[in-house]
């Protein structure tokens, strides 16, 4: 399930080709037919089912004998596209170990020009195969809902990130292939394990940088104490592929959940009692 550094280093030009082949199979076959491997990569069908078996040993690729032989590309196999990308870009020269994983995605810590983060989105997977069953949620484009909603969500993320950058203290993107965003690495702790010493100080910092980012036109709307890090005392907003503008329907509701998270942690943890109301008006003052 983890991406293997090795195997990116290791991959040869046939096993890439043959990944790509995939990718772009997977817009018109959920399952590509070892036929359409043969047409697009032109390599010997020898060839072809060693190397497959070879990616699907590591996880990359998947098997499906029903009703025909198909194969198709999971989660790991379009990691090593996006790595093989950023590392060609020189964007990324190392992987380093995993520092994070959330409910949608994987974080590994690597070498760019600095330390950065790396964000694998992982939208989908194993909830889209039921959703796929009752047609409503197929989106137009492709056959493969996860690579699209992962691809997309990182996508948005990464415009979050550049349209808030430096206004709003958010991890400085870097760049975005596929489903992966790349951004510097951020040296703290999540708030919810941080025991602060001036909690007063950072929930105003918190809410001066919902403020900033409003007045940017943004939300983030899935904002709490597991979405924020404290690097030398001061916040850091991470986790944005869910952000909706200030015009949507929804902007209020959205931003005083995010504001209510955020007074309710200080009030549990730190006893801190701010008036929801007044602290949403200062941010949308
Ligand atoms: N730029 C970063 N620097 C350091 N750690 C990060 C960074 N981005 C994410 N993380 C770590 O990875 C975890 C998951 O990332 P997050 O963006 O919250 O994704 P998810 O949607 O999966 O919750 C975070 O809680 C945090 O611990
Ligand atoms: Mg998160």
Redesign the pocket.
């Known amino acids: 399930m983890a991406v293997s550094a090795e195997h990116i280093r290791t991959l040869n030009k046939y096993e890439k080709t043959i990944l790509l082949a995939l990718e772009r199979g997977m817009k018109n076959y959920s399952w590509v037919p070892l036929e359409q491997l043969k047409t697009t990569t032109k390599l010997a069908e020898s060839e072809i089912t060693y190397r497959l078996s070879r990616l699907i040993e590591w996880g990359m690729v998947r098997f499906n004998p029903v009703p025909y032989d198909g194969y198709a590309l999971v989660f790991s196999g379009y990691d090593t596209l996006a790595l093989g990308t950023l590392a060609r870009k020189g964007t990324i020269s190392a992987l380093g170990t995993q520092?994070?994983?959330?409910?949608?995605?994987v974080?590994y810590d690597a070498l760019g020009l600095g330390p950065v983060?790396i964000?694998f989105h992982r939208v989908g997977g194993r909830s889209f195969s039921s959703a796929r069953l009752n047609r409503e949620y197929m989106p137009e484009e492709g056959h493969c809902p996860w690579l699209i909603a992962s691809r997309k969500s990182a996508e948005r993320e990464y415009l979050a990130l550049t349209t808030l950058h430096p206004k709003v203290s958010v991890?400085l993107p870097i760049d975005n292939n596929r489903h992966a965003v790349v951004?510097?690495?951020?040296n703290g702790a999540?708030l919810n394990r941080c025991q602060l010493e001036c909690p007063a100080e950072v929930l105003d910092d918190i809410l001066a940088n919902v403020r900033a980012a409003y007045r940017e036109g943004v939300i983030h709307a899935d904002l709490s104490e597991?979405?924020i890090?404290i690097e030398d005392g001061r916040c850091v907003l991470?986790?944005w592929p869910q952000w909706t503008g200030t015009d949507h329907p929804n902007a209020d509701t959205l931003l005083s959940r995010d504001i209510d998270n955020i007074l309710a942690f200080f009030k549990r943890k730190y006893q801190l009692d701010y008036d929801r109301g007044d602290a949403m008006q200062w941010v949308i003052g």
């Open positions: 520092i994070g994983e959330g409910k949608e995605s974080v983060a964000k991890p951004m510097s690495l951020i999540n597991y979405n890090l991470i986790d």
